[in-house]
Structure formats: structure tokens, C-alpha cells
């Protein structure tokens, strides 16, 4: 067989492996954006508060103007027009004028619709202000492209709006902000962007902790190295690396810089995930049903949000964030270990991006690692010269890929970062 048929039989074996083992992964449409999960507590954002922690118009948040979009305008006929009947729009307008947006902005308009009647019974999410055709917001106002609303709920009961923009941010709101008392104001990056933006991933740069060879850089890591990481019991052990999800060496990317008290600081995309608590604990579970520490996508995380950290001698304690910062780095690199988890730059992580859920993650490439434990056994072929191990021409590892493209028919689309 050639190695693409042999691909295109994995991937049928795959699917099949998804339908028969279901209970791993299709935790499905009743895991909805508005039910709580884990231990974490959720925070209203307070007044003036805005997530990301950074300018609405920077990379890390909804990205750079584009430029007014009027009926004229080419990019007009991409935008679509929101009639979800559990959305009321104030309409001043009365032109729906409102309703029209693009299409990121109505997919988490949406979302955001089903966790507010999820959280609070009888009530529906309200938008004051969306597509802003006659100019009165700021010059630069996303509003103008139909990518940024002005929301409350349909009572106008100004307690619930610190919650309202939690619950926006977890919808997926590329940039959620306590704007005013009377509002919250969110805004998504535009969608050609947003469809480019892969990479769940760490910067070449960082460190790792190898079997043998000490403190290694990222971008010397290879496959069947093994790696310090955390197991689901909360101890250190090292984890073999099975696969790099992506790879990138000539790309420069956005990372967040989380930094501890403790003085430790590492860097990740946005939507990789990271083990943090709200509260100081004293056991360092991760990735199971009694996890202590919760896997958040990094732009999620807060100052004062307890990370796990470990020293030289392999001693793993909690600090708090210091500092959350955006920062341009070289060279993009996601390896996927054993266990799931890793520690970079002293820092417990896990080794999953997009999926809002580690475990689901985890269990989703336990047919990888079964591949990989299969080629173990057998004498004379080494897993990492396998094209089961390797990426393709564009860094990003076949099976994350495909993963990707079938995951949300198993789970749903708001487990996941979407990008289109
Ligand atoms: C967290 O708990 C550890 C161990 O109990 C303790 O040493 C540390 O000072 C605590 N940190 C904070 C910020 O409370
Ligand atoms: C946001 O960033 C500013 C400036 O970098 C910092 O002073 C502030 O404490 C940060 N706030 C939060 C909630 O992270």
C-alpha cells in the first residue's frame, strides 16, 4: 500500500474507532457553554475589565481594523444575518440592520444566546448595538464591520452583566470588555483572519526537561525523547514524545507569557491549554474526574490563577500568576507526549489546544497511542521513521488534523476553538 492509502484506511479505521468507542468522546450536545464543569468558580468580569487582558484591535484579541464595510462594499454580501428568535435585538434602527454580521460574530452570538437562558431561566440575551451603518462609534469601531455588539440581558438587570461577559468570553468572544454600566461590548476577529489563525503551540525556545539529556530546548526535542510531565495521580514522571501536533520553525507567532510569583514564565498560544486553579491547593491532579487543577485555554487565564510549578529538583508546587502579557516569538512546536501533559519552562501544561476539555482531548488520541504502542512490539521499524509519526508539508500532524474535522460532529462545536 502507499503510504496515502494506508493514511485513508487509518482514517476510515479511525471513525469507526470513534463510533464504536463513543463514551470517550461524545460527551456530546449535552455538554452545552452554560453548564459548569470541574471545580473551577466562575468570575463576573468587574467594571472596566476586559478579556484578553489586551487592546481590542492587537493580534491577541479581534485583530486590526479592516475598514467600514457599507452595503457597496464587496465584503458586504459575506456577512449573514442573525434571526435567532432567542435573541432580542433592540433594533432602534428598525431596519435589521442589527441582525446583519459576520459570520463569526453570529456563531458566538449564538452560542452566547443558549448559555444565558442556560444560566439564568427566562431570560434572553439582549444586543443594543451591532453593524453600525451611520457612524456613530469611534473611527475605528469594529462595529462598523460587523464584527463587535453591544449586549445586556432582556430584563436590564445591571447585576448580571459582570457574569454576562464571563459567559461571552467562554462563548468564544475574541475580546469581551465591561464597557459600561449600561453594556457589555464584544468583538471577534474578522473572519478571514480568524480562518488563518491556526497553532496551539509553544515557541522553539522553550525548555524541557529530557531522560538523559537534561534541559533541552524545544526545538532539539525529538520523537521517542522521553519528557518530565505530570501524571493523572498529580506525580512527575517522565512521558515519552509520540508526536509533534505542529511544527513551524520559520513562522513567528503570538504567545501569552504567564509568569508566576515564583519567578517561572512560559510561553503559549492562546487556545493552548494550561492547568490552573482559582483556589491554592495541595494536591497537583490533573486530566481526571478528580482533577484539582483545570486545563484553560491560556488566554483565559488571570492574574492570581494558581499554575503548577517545578523546580530543578523536580519538586512541583503551586504560585500564583504575576503577569499576563502578549508577546511575538520565533518558530512554532506542539509535542504530544504519553501522558498528555508536559512541563515547559517549569511549568505544568497539557499538550492540547482547541478542545476545551483535556480528557476529551486525551481520550481522543488514545488510537494514536495505541498505533504507537502497537509499533513498539515490532522488531526492525522505529515509530518516529513511521509516517504515523510524522506531520505533513504544513507542520500539522495528520491525525490532529482529522481529528479536528470530525470532533465536532462528536462533540459538539462549543467544545471547540472553531476558526471558520
Ligand atoms: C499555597 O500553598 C502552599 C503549600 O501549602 C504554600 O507554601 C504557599 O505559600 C501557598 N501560596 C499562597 C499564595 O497562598
Ligand atoms: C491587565 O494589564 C494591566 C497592564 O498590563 C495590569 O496592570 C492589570 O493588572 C491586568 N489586569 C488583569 C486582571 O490581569
New binding site residues.
Partial sequence: MTPKSVRFSLNKLFLLYLLVTNETIACGPGRGPGKRRGTRKRTPLVFK?HIP?VSENTVGASGNYEGKITKLDPRFKDMVKNMNPNIIFRDEEDNNEDRMMSKRCKDKLNTLAIAVMNEWPGVKLRVTEAWDTEGHHAPTSLHYEGRAVDITTSDRERSRYGMLARLAVEAGFDWVYYESRSHIHCSVRSDSVAASNYGGCFPMSGQVTAKGKGTLELSKLKIGDEVLALNNKGKLEYSEVIAFLDIKDDTSGHFYSLETENGYKVHLTGKHLIYTSDTNRTSFVVGSVNSQFEAIYADHT??GDFLLTVDGKSNVRTSAIRS?KLETKQGMVAPLTKAGTIVVDGIVVSCYAFINNDQIAHASFSFLRGLHDIYSYLPFVSWSKTSMASYSIDGIHWYAKLLFNVAPYFMGRDSLYMND
Fill in positions: 475589565q487582558n488571570q492574574i499576563v
